[in-house]
């Protein structure tokens, strides 16, 4: 299995608060990403990253700022949680194919419940 | 960006071949298609991806029709630990967007 940890695994907090969640990799991926899924919506892409310091918006990105400082963390916060933030939320790493994404590899997911 | 269609949902015998179809008839030249299934409540996992060619590895078959408009992912011999959410893909470079899916249940 891929080397990648998601912290922590699970998260109740209140609306309004801030929330950071950690993506940790020890395969030195060049890409990340983070995903949230929510039922009915499959997996919807919220930022990516392909290297330190370089980082780009997926479909749902409002709500959300990510930070890449290091090859192997890619850090998800949400400045203000709320509602509709509650979900599951995947990182995922690849190292990418010839003129494609390449297979990516997921870690076990955050679930984050905002009260 | 190109979308996909897939049937929400399909049953599969155990031991039979599980055909999975996906349309994708918006996709672009250079655009791979990829498969991923999701185990329960797993993150997803890799099953295959192309680009014109059909392939096979250890896990699975991907048939792409020549126009590319649309592929059928096959298991060929489904077992229960086959029941999962699977996804078809087309690679944005960069922007994996995943659909619903297909649910499929193997039942004995």
């Known amino acids: 299995d891929a080397g990648i940890t998601q912290s922590p695994r699970h998260k109740v907090t209140e609306t309004g608060t801030p929330v950071t969640l950690r993506c940790h990799q020890t395969?030195?991926?060049?890409?990340m990403y983070w995903y949230r899924q929510d039922p009915g919506h499959g997996l919807r892409l919220i930022h990516y990253?392909?290297?330190?310091?370089?980082?780009d918006k997926g479909e749902v990105s409002d709500g959300y700022s990510v930070s890449r400082s290091k090859t192997e963390d890619f850090l998800l916060t949400l400045e203000s949680a709320t509602s509709s933030q509650t979900s599951v939320y995947f990182c995922a790493i690849s190292e990418s194919g010839q003129g494609n994404t390449g297979e990516l590899f997921f870690g076990e997911g955050s679930r984050l419940t905002v009260l | 960006d190109a979308k996909t269609t897939q049937p929400p949902s399909m049953d599969c015998a155990e031991g039979r071949a599980a055909n999975l179809p996906c349309n994708h008839s918006t996709i672009s030249g250079n655009e791979y298609v990829y498969w991923y299934r999701q185990i329960h409540s797993q993150g997803p996992q890799y099953i295959i991806h192309g680009l014109k060619n059909n392939e096979t590895n250890e896990m699975a078959s991907l048939i792409i029709t020549e126009d590319r408009k649309s592929s059928t992912l096959i298991l060929p011999h489904a077992t229960l630990r086959d029941t999962a959410v699977y996804y078809c893909i087309v690679d944005s470079w960069g922007k994996l967007q995943f659909g619903a899916g297909t649910q499929v249940v193997v039942t004995p």
């Open positions: 990253s392909y290297g330190v310091k370089d980082t």
């Open positions: 395969e030195n991926h060049r890409y």
